[in-house]
């Protein structure tokens, strides 16, 4: 299984809607990450779990808070978001958190903000 | 300052017909260099990955190159399909990976 699987394929939400994003994969990586990808834009790091620990913070505002139940799992939880948080959310996962090793994305969650 | 240069922005080729694109990059200490296709809404799918001791590696139908001196990177497509119609990132890794903007390449029949 060389898959990264995240869920919703699309989530629409309001301003003060709280939502969640999903992502699993099975192939025993220790490394999980959230990008952001704006239209025509490359991605963006947010988070960086690395053995079910937050390692790197890219300065992402509150209203995205991750969550890494377990080395299998990595959410994203949405709170209060804005219009123009409206993007690609992509979830990748690599065998160790070093830049060494292959990165598998997932398909992304497309969010639109209200 | 983005640290990696993609060039052309965007090309339209013929199916059938081969193409090369630029990658310009000013990472330092230089670890690897990647390539990634990504269809429209959907996620980076790896090409090739590449360290600094590697002159070319190919996958399929792509074929790229690296010269480390230079610090640039191509990647060709051979005998182009309409299935190829996509963006093309070029990634360079130090101790984090920097993204290029991409060349968004469009394959008419």
């Known amino acids: 299984d060389t898959e990264v699987t995240q869920t919703p394929k699309h989530l629409v939400m309001g301003m003060t809607n709280k939502k969640s994003l999903k992502c699993e994969q099975h192939?025993?990586?220790?490394?999980m990450y959230w990008y952001k990808q704006k239209a025509k834009k490359p991605p963006e790091l947010m988070f960086v779990?690395?053995?079910?620990?937050?390692?790197i913070n890219e300065s992402v505002p509150s209203r995205f808070s991750p969550e890494c139940p377990n080395s299998s799992l990595l959410n994203l939880h949405l709170h209060a978001l804005q219009p123009e948080d409206s993007a690609l959310y992509l979830c990748?996962?690599?065998?160790?958190?070093?830049?060494?090793?292959?990165?598998?994305f997932g398909e992304g969650s497309r969010l639109t903000v209200l | 300052k983005n640290q990696v240069e993609q060039s052309p922005q965007s090309l339209i080729i013929l199916e059938g017909k081969n193409c090369t694109l630029q990658c310009n990059y000013t990472v330092s200490p230089f670890s690897n260099l990647r390539w990634y296709k990504q269809d429209t809404g959907r996620g980076p799918v790896s090409l090739t990955i590449?360290?600094?001791?590697?002159n070319t590696k190919s996958n399929g139908r792509y074929t790229a190159t690296l010269d480390a001196d230079t610090k640039q990177s191509s990647l060709h497509i051979t005998a182009s399909q309409l299935s190829d119609s996509a963006s093309y990132i070029c990634v360079a890794a130090d101790y984090k990976l920097s993204f290029g903007a991409g060349t968004t390449v469009t394959v008419r029949a």
């Open positions: 192939m025993g990586h220790r490394a």
């Open positions: 779990y690395s053995y079910e620990k937050l390692s």
């Open positions: 990748a996962s690599s065998p160790s958190s070093g830049n060494t090793g292959e990165l598998f």
């Open positions: 590449m360290t600094f001791s590697e």
